[in-house]
């Protein structure tokens, strides 16, 4: 069973400070995917980024970016020039794929991140 | 693109009631999923379907919760009798291959 580990319960930065949350995962798959998500307040799951484990490169979205390290199982996501509006639960995700569709997405216990003015 | 509705937003409802949560995915995604997400154990995959076939249920906590996919644009989550434990933020989300996007969720209270 795929297992997915986020570290820091919370944190708190200052904003336009860089931020880095932390994800280590445990699988026997060599093909998956890895996805960070935001829950804000409202409680609406957002995606913030995804990476495919074949590809080598980081993904990066605007402010948000990974640190991909496979043979290391880290998936951590850095979020530069932080904003307010980033205050939210951070959740790592896992899923891999079957042949006949997707499967379900096994999800860390969410980092509370706060961002002060 | 409404994205994917659930509904009730909210519900409340009395120890041994049956409660129904329903989603309708995204048109033309094949897959759909049911999450619970409390305090304690964070966000649990409950079941999901492919194809509108349940692929996997090992996620139900009990035999009071079924859930049904009776074609592409509808699905149930379904309680019976309901327990004050069953309440939780129920989550539907589809897909269609790599993404995945999420309902706004169910906020479930059973008093």
């Known amino acids: 069973a795929q297992t997915v580990t986020q570290s820091q319960p919370e944190m708190s930065v200052q904003e336009a400070e860089t931020v880095t949350l932390s994800c280590t995962y445990d699988?026997?798959?060599?093909?998956?995917?890895l996805f960070w998500y935001k829950q804000p307040p409202s409680r609406q799951m957002i995606l913030v980024i995804r990476q495919e484990a074949y590809k080598q490169q980081n993904a990066t979205e605007n402010r948000f970016s990974v640190n991909f390290q496979k043979a290391a199982k880290s998936f951590s996501l850095k979020i530069s020039d932080s904003q307010l509006g980033d205050t939210a639960m951070y959740f790592c995700a896992f899923t891999t794929r079957s042949g006949g569709g997707a499967d379900g997405l096994t999800f860390g216990k969410g980092t509370h991140l706060i961002i002060q003015p | 693109d409404a994205g994917v509705i659930q509904s009730p937003r909210h519900e409340v409802t009395e120890m041994g009631q049956e409660v129904t949560l329903r989603c309708k995915p995204i048109?033309?995604?094949?897959?759909l999923f049911w999450y619970r997400q409390t305090m304690m154990r964070g966000l649990e995959l409950l079941i999901y379907f492919n194809n509108n076939v349940p692929i996997d249920d090992s996620g139900m906590p009990e035999d009071r919760f079924s859930a049904k996919m009776p074609n592409a644009s509808f699905s149930t989550l379904k309680i019976q009798p309901s327990e004050p434990r069953d309440s939780a933020v129920y989550f539907c989300?589809?897909?269609?291959?790599?993404?995945?996007?999420f309902g706004s969720g169910t906020r479930l209270t059973v008093v």
């Open positions: 989300a589809s897909s269609s291959g790599l993404g995945y996007t």
């Open positions: 048109s033309g995604h094949n897959s």
């Open positions: 699988t026997s798959e060599s093909n998956y995917y």
